[in-house]
């Protein structure tokens, strides 16, 4: 009976604890160019942590926020997982890490793909908040690796990242 007690205990407790957001961006640099045209910001595509695979850009241009992932150098863009909204809210599991699975905007790619364009009404989204790109890479069809827009790390233990915008300082 006591360890039934006990067990039950941990049951609840994993049940009724709750994730607090610890995402605190803290690097400017990441934010639209408001002087920029169109506020047209180009970051680092990440791959793996050690190769730059392209560039991940974002632009407000007619009402849409604009992504878009260029590789370069080989790379090749299998499937791409996008993030736009409230910090607190970026899809997460219990340690931080990301389920990009649940980003509201994905998709698969053909082979030899190097650029993928998303246009997304500014309507959709916060504002204010953060993005976080994310693509599954190949180079020359070989080697796999993992993608992500240059920005702040997530909490968490994987080194996937994010960085904030605001759609007001681009109109």
Same mark, same amino acid.
């Given at each position: %009976? ?82 736009? +909204? ?9 340690? +931080? ?31 204010? +908040? ?30 996937? %990242? ?10």
């Amino acid at each position: %009976m006591k360890n039934f007690t006990i067990l039950t205990l941990i049951i609840l407790c994993l049940i009724s604890c709750s994730k607090e957001s610890s995402i605190e961006v803290t690097d400017d640099s990441r934010k639209f160019n408001p002087n920029a045209e169109n506020c047209y910001t180009p970051v680092d595509l990440i791959a793996g942590q050690n190769y730059t695979a392209g560039i991940v850009s974002y632009q407000v241009s007619n009402g849409e926020l604009i992504v878009t992932y260029s590789t370069t150098g080989g790379w090749e863009i299998d499937a791409t997982h996008l993030y736009v +909204g409230s910090c607190d809210e970026i899809p997460t599991n219990r340690p +931080g890490n990301p389920r990009v699975g649940q980003f509201p905007y994905k998709s698969t790619e053909e082979n030899g793909t190097t650029e993928v364009v998303w246009n997304i009404p500014v309507s959709e989204f916060p504002d204010c +908040g953060c993005i976080a790109a994310h693509a599954e890479l190949n180079l020359n069809g070989n080697q796999e690796e993992t993608g992500w827009a240059s920005g702040e790390q997530l909490p968490g233990n994987s080194w996937a %990242m994010f960085f904030d915008y605001c759609v007001s300082d681009c109109l």
